[in-house]
């Protein structure tokens, strides 16, 4: 029963996210579930793509940064792999978790790419990821608190 009002509870919240986001056409309150999930669905793909570009834009200014995957939007997720040069991944999580700034760091369950990348002894990577709920602001937030992290080596 706890499921099925999970499940219930994430159908209603996911279709209203369009309507929430003030998107026109199919997201108005009164458009069918399914036409309000498709909606919200296409909203959160747009936000998520302009995210990443917008984080991959910023990310270009700094030489001392590895991404790791696509270094553009198209045919990737909004989640990113980095590390800084000369610096573990953990000291920038635990320096970001400092300031409430969720930056995770490990091999995220990817032991073999991580492995073979030859990152496992060293730390692995940092990851940072971008939903519908996140905002630009954040990654602003994000680039000043790697700003400053720079600044203390």
Do not use: K
């Not at 909203?43 to 696509?70: D, M, N, V």
């Not at 997720?77 to 610096?87: K, N």
Request: net charge neutral; with cysteine; charged share 20%.
């Amino acid at each position: 029963f706890e499921g099925l009002a999970a499940l219930s509870a994430t159908i209603a919240y996911l279709a209203d996210i369009a309507v929430i986001a003030g998107v026109s056409g199919r997201a108005r309150p009164e458009a069918t579930l399914r036409e309000r999930l498709i909606a919200s669905f296409a909203w959160i793909h747009q936000h998520e793509q302009e995210l990443s570009a917008y984080f991959l834009q910023r990310l270009r200014a700094y030489p001392q940064i590895t991404l790791y995957g696509r270094h553009e939007v198209q045919g990737r997720t909004p989640t990113f792999a980095f590390r800084i040069q000369g610096r573990s991944p953990r000291e920038f999580s635990e320096f970001c978790g400092q300031y409430d700034v969720c930056v995770g760091d490990g091999h995220f369950y990817a032991q073999g790419l991580v492995g073979h990348l030859g990152l496992m002894a060293h730390g692995g990577v940092n990851r940072l990821g971008f939903l519908h709920y996140n905002t630009r602001s954040e990654i602003e937030r994000f680039f000043e608190l790697l700003d400053v992290f720079l600044s203390l080596s």
